[in-house]
């Protein structure tokens, strides 16, 4: 599967933003999809993670109760709602995509999208 991201930009902090992530391929549906960051210096870590069916979502302590993860398998699309922005929560977001499941890892999922830039202004 290959994937694209969109929806980054620049918003103040309190902000909120939709990043969206459409998939090609008519096998979207089996899938657990996921979101990463990774600032600048840092390693890329896990923001959210959700099921083939959407009916089981996963997040990061460090975002939970802020930002939600959905899909629209009928669109091929997976998104992250990110409310409450935070200039912390500034970094390029990856939606990644695996038929293995949920983790944590990044080096788990094996498909992965070019990224889209968050920036949070304090």
């Known amino acids: 599967v290959q994937l694209q991201a969109y929806g980054g930009g620049l918003v103040q902090a309190g902000g909120s933003l939709r990043l969206s992530c459409a998939a090609s391929g008519r096998t979207f549906s089996s899938y657990a999809m996921a979101w990463f960051r990774q600032a600048p210096g840092k390693e890329r870590d896990f923001v959210a993670a959700v099921d083939w069916s959407g009916g089981r979502q996963f997040y990061a302590d460090s975002v939970k109760g802020r930002f939600t993860i959905s899909r629209d398998n009928a669109k091929n699309t997976v998104y992250l709602q990110m409310n409450s922005l935070e200039p912390e929560d500034s970094a390029v977001y990856y939606c990644?995509?695996?038929?293995?499941?949920?983790?944590?890892?990044?080096?788990?999922?094996?498909?992965w999208g070019q990224g889209t830039q968050v920036t949070v202004s304090s």
């Open positions: 990644a995509a695996d038929r293995a499941g949920t983790t944590r890892v990044d080096r788990d999922w094996g498909s």
